[in-house]
Structure formats: C-alpha cells, structure tokens
C-alpha cells in the first residue's frame, strides 16, 4: 500500500518549497535541513517509496534523476569541486520520507561515506 508522504504536496505545489527545477518526470527543491552549502532533492514526480519498488516502468525517471541532478550542479557552482548523490532506501538506509528521492550534496568537501 502505498501512502503519500510531504513530498506529493511539495510536487502540486500545495505547499510551499524553494523548487528549483519541476518538468514531467521529476521535482528538484532545497532540503529543509540542508546538511551542506547545497543540499537539494531530487525527486520522482511519481509516488514510489523506495528502491525496492522500481521496476523497468521507472528508468526514464530514474534517468532523468541525474541529469537533473547534474544540471543543478552546475547551477550550483559545484560541478568542478564536486558533490555526492545518496538515494537512502529503508530502515537501514536512514531513510525518513517513503517517496523515492535523491539528495544532491556538495559545497564543501563531505567527507568519509559512512561516519
Ligand atoms: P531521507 O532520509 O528520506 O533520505 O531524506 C529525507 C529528507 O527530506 C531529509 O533530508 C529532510 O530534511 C527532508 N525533508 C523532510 N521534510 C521536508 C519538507 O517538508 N520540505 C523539504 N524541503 N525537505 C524536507
């Protein structure tokens, strides 16, 4: 069963969210506790939870998940210093909001992978 989560709003506009980029696939806007200078996510206009869910249906999607993520750098300014994507997935995973999403991360040098 899947149950929408905040971002689905965030998606419709219904409420507010510093979006940075929305087309027919995916919506890109700031994280509310952002963890770098440049903390964005990128998410699947489409609800799925989490990794486990996707099926070959989700590649143009998941596709454009980075090119997005790619094309935000830039905008960023972060693109040459570079930056880190993370897709958290489940309980392990650190995962907090079930709508699939991707952080874009970048700014400052972040470190080890895994504290
Ligand atoms: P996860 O741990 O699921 O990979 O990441 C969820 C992220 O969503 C967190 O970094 C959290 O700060 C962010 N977040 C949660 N609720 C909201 C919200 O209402 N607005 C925005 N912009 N970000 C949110």
Request: net charge negative; proline share 5%; glycine share 6%.
């Amino acid at each position: 069963m899947t149950k929408e989560t905040i971002f689905s709003k965030i998606i419709r506009r219904e409420i507010p969210a510093d979006v940075l980029y929305q087309d027919n696939l995916v919506t890109a806007f700031r994280d509310i506790n952002p963890k770098a200078p440049s903390h964005i996510l990128i998410v699947t206009n489409m609800l799925i939870p989490t990794v486990n869910d996707l099926t070959a249906d989700h590649e143009a999607a998941l596709g454009r998940l980075f090119t997005v993520a790619a094309k935000i750098a830039q905008q960023e300014g972060i693109d040459e210093d570079g930056y880190r994507l993370i897709v958290n997935c489940n309980r392990h995973g650190g995962q907090e909001v079930y709508h699939l999403h991707m952080h874009l991360l970048g700014g400052r040098p972040l470190g080890p992978l895994v504290a």
